[in-house]
């Protein structure tokens, strides 16, 4: 059983637009929270993280918020550029947990 | 600075053979991990080593083995391939694996299929 979803398998957006994408978990343990990017033939990329004494983290275009009671996180790119397209896996983990689970991923395509 | 390096990219088996897919980090990292990606599922970690001679279980070990002799290899074994086993393998690594403000470095994975 996942624990972490995530329930849009793709998403497409114009360029220079605003691309939200949605995690949720139900493990209420996890309290540390990252977003991997992946282009095809290459392992997934680090891209932003937050824990969970936060409700927003923000690096450039970037930015994470978490919702801890709705149990749900989401990632906000803005603008939108054509290199963004790629693969976004949600990850979590709990504190001094070895195991980090990830979401199925949401594939986005930025159209010029 | 190579990062985490995987061998083979690719590589086709039939069912019942074994092989080892390799995986080398050059951060000094003492984590070290084993993911396979399938479509819909994500990534699922298979097993896992906090420091040499030390390994762990993931959410899905079966039909696989793992050793940790050094610091910087963590091969990831094939005992009895099946078709199941097909699937993208990635190995990561972090310098502790549970630190708050940790990320994994990821290689670029090994394409398997087994036949």
């Known amino acids: 059983d996942q624990q972490v979803k995530q329930n849009s398998p793709s998403l497409s957006v114009q360029e220079g637009r605003i691309s939200i994408l949605n995690c949720d978990y139900t493990?209420?343990?996890?309290?540390?929270f990252l977003w991997y990017k992946k282009y095809p033939a290459e392992g997934p990329t680090f891209l932003i993280s937050?824990?969970?004494?936060?409700d927003k983290n923000e690096d450039g275009r970037f930015t994470v918020f978490l919702n801890k009671s709705a149990k749900h996180l989401s990632l906000h790119i803005v603008p939108s550029q054509p290199g963004d397209s790629a693969v976004y896996f949600c990850?979590?983990?709990?504190?001094?947990?070895?195991?980090?689970?990830f979401g199925a991923g949401t594939t986005v395509t930025v159209r010029a | 600075n190579a990062g985490v390096t995987q061998t083979p990219k690719f590589q086709v088996l039939k069912t019942g053979q074994s092989m080892t897919l390799q995986c080398a980090q050059d951060?000094?990292?003492?984590?070290m991990s084993w993911y396979r990606q399938d479509p819909g599922m994500g990534l699922r970690l298979i097993h896992y080593?906090?420091?040499?001679?030390?390994?762990d279980q993931g959410e899905v070990p079966n039909g696989y083995n793992v050793s940790r002799s050094t610091t910087e290899d963590f091969p990831l074994r094939l005992l009895s391939a099946a078709p199941s086993q097909t699937s993208v393998y990635f190995c990561?690594?972090?310098?502790?694996?549970?630190?708050?403000?940790?990320?994994?470095?990821f290689g670029s994975g090994t394409q398997l299929s087994v036949l």
């Open positions: 080593s906090v420091g040499a001679g030390i390994t």
């Open positions: 951060m000094n990292h003492e984590y």
């Open positions: 990850a979590a983990r709990g504190s001094n947990d070895y195991k980090l689970s």
């Open positions: 493990n209420s343990m996890f309290d540390y």
């Open positions: 937050i824990s969970s004494i936060k």
């Open positions: 990561a690594s972090s310098y502790s694996g549970n630190r708050a403000g940790e990320k994994l470095f």
